[in-house]
């Protein structure tokens, strides 16, 4: 088989099998850029791709300069060889390859980056406060950053929560991540009056025909998507009067950080936040103890101690 049918063949199979917009996007940009980099090399079939071809594109993509005259971060290196990884993988599965050229390939260790911003509680109160409640859209805008904070969930898994999701008795969510992958986040009970009122009182106004049960819902009555989501916390930010530049993702940073401050164990969080790894949750331990340190240097009495003689 060619590889400029193969490649067409994977993206088609990956929005089959119900990957994220967001995965197949990120496929589709790796793959092209591994395409132009196989006709380069003058490689059209799929029995070409062998390891030492992908060890190839490994050390082009390590020396490969932007347009901006920099190298490539070693984030973008291994999400480029992570999508040639998984495009092997789907090969040898469907038998166009008899053994994996990719499957030995080491990526690139991505550097351990902090979060840029977490809310204090008076910056999350103002934010809190932001939205006019006393509005139908008001009052659904302050369900969303309640739920982004509480659960710590992802702006998509905010757009995909259907009522039938809701166990208002209990006080959970199931919650449809990444992959389809579902886990189920608990919810405080302030939060869940809220959004039982919500329901009660204020979703069906924005109905408009058919309804499809999604908890939050657009202008026309239908499945608010993530951008939307952004949209309203940017807007939230706006009328806060904080200048920092806040997103989705501050919600989930700040949910994480304060709990780990709080003392919540660390395998918890990874739970709640729906991490694979332990090591995408550790992050967050280096802000707290970051804070820590701060705290020692100005409390500790060791601080002020004379030095030894």
Same mark, same amino acid.
């Given at each position: !088989?060619?590889?400029?049918?193969?490649?067409?063949?994977?993206?088609?199979?990956l $929005? #089959?099998v119900?990957?994220?917009?967001?995965?197949?996007?990120?496929?589709?940009?790796?793959?092209?850029?591994?395409?132009?980099?196989?006709?380069?090399?003058?490689?059209t079939? #799929?029995?070409?791709?062998?390891?030492?071809v992908?060890?190839?594109?490994q050390?082009?993509?390590?020396?490969?300069?932007?347009g901006?005259?920099?190298?490539?971060?070693?984030?973008?290196?291994?999400?480029?060889?992570?999508?040639?990884?998984?495009f092997?993988r789907?090969?040898?599965e469907?038998?166009?390859?008899?053994? /994996?050229?990719?499957?030995?390939?080491?990526? @690139?260790?991505? @550097?351990?980056?902090? @979060?840029?911003?977490?809310?204090?509680?008076?910056?999350?109160?103002r &934010?809190? /406060?932001a939205?006019?409640?006393?509005?139908?859209?008001?009052?659904r805008?302050?369900?969303?950053?309640?739920?982004?904070y509480?659960?710590?969930?992802r702006?998509?898994?905010?757009?995909?929560?259907?009522?039938?999701?809701?166990?208002?008795?209990?006080?959970?969510?199931?919650?449809?991540?990444?992959?389809?992958?579902?886990?189920?986040v @608990?919810?405080?009970?302030?939060?869940?009056?809220?959004?039982?009122?919500?329901?009660? !009182?204020?979703?069906?106004?924005?109905?408009?025909g058919?309804?499809?049960g999604?908890?939050?819902?657009?202008?026309?009555?239908?499945? &608010?998507?993530?951008?939307?989501?952004?949209?309203?916390?940017?807007?939230c930010a706006?009328?806060?009067?904080?200048?920092?530049?806040?997103?989705?993702?501050?919600?989930r940073?700040?949910?994480?950080?304060? &709990?780990l401050?709080?003392?919540?164990?660390i395998?918890?969080?990874?739970?709640?936040?729906?991490?694979?790894s332990?090591?995408?949750?550790?992050?967050?331990? $280096?802000?707290?103890?970051?804070?820590?340190?701060?705290?020692?240097?100005?409390?500790h009495?060791?601080?002020?101690? !004379?030095?030894m003689?």
């Amino acid at each position: !088989m060619k590889i400029n049918q193969a490649i067409p063949e994977y993206l088609i199979y990956l $929005r #089959v099998v119900g990957r994220s917009p967001y995965t197949i996007r990120n496929a589709k940009y790796g793959l092209r850029d591994f395409g132009r980099y196989l006709e380069e090399e003058q490689i059209t079939h #799929v029995d070409g791709l062998t390891r030492e071809v992908i060890e190839e594109y490994q050390t082009d993509l390590s020396f490969r300069i932007t347009g901006k005259g920099k190298p490539l971060t070693l984030r973008t290196q291994g999400n480029l060889l992570g999508v040639v990884k998984n495009f092997c993988r789907y090969m040898v599965e469907r038998d166009y390859l008899v053994h /994996d050229p990719a499957e030995k390939i080491r990526l @690139p260790k991505k @550097p351990k980056v902090l @979060p840029r911003l977490i809310l204090n509680q008076g910056e999350l109160q103002r &934010m809190m /406060d932001a939205p006019d409640i006393r509005t139908n859209q008001g009052y659904r805008n302050r369900i969303i950053l309640e739920l982004l904070y509480d659960c710590g969930i992802r702006r998509a898994e905010v757009a995909r929560i259907k009522l039938a999701d809701l166990d208002l008795e209990s006080g959970y969510i199931k919650i449809h991540g990444k992959g389809s992958k579902e886990r189920v986040v @608990p919810v405080s009970g302030r939060v869940f009056n809220l959004i039982g009122s919500y329901i009660e !009182m204020i979703r069906h106004t924005f109905l408009q025909g058919k309804d499809e049960g999604y908890l939050i819902l657009n202008r026309w009555g239908g499945k &608010m998507n993530e951008n939307g989501i952004w949209a309203v916390v940017k807007r939230c930010a706006d009328l806060s009067g904080i200048k920092k530049n806040i997103t989705t993702h501050t919600f989930r940073h700040t949910c994480a950080t304060h &709990m780990l401050k709080h003392g919540a164990p660390i395998r918890h969080v990874q739970e709640l936040l729906g991490h694979e790894s332990l090591e995408s949750t550790q992050i967050y331990t $280096r802000v707290t103890i970051n804070d820590l340190k701060e705290i020692h240097a100005r409390c500790h009495p060791s601080e002020t101690m !004379m030095e030894m003689r």
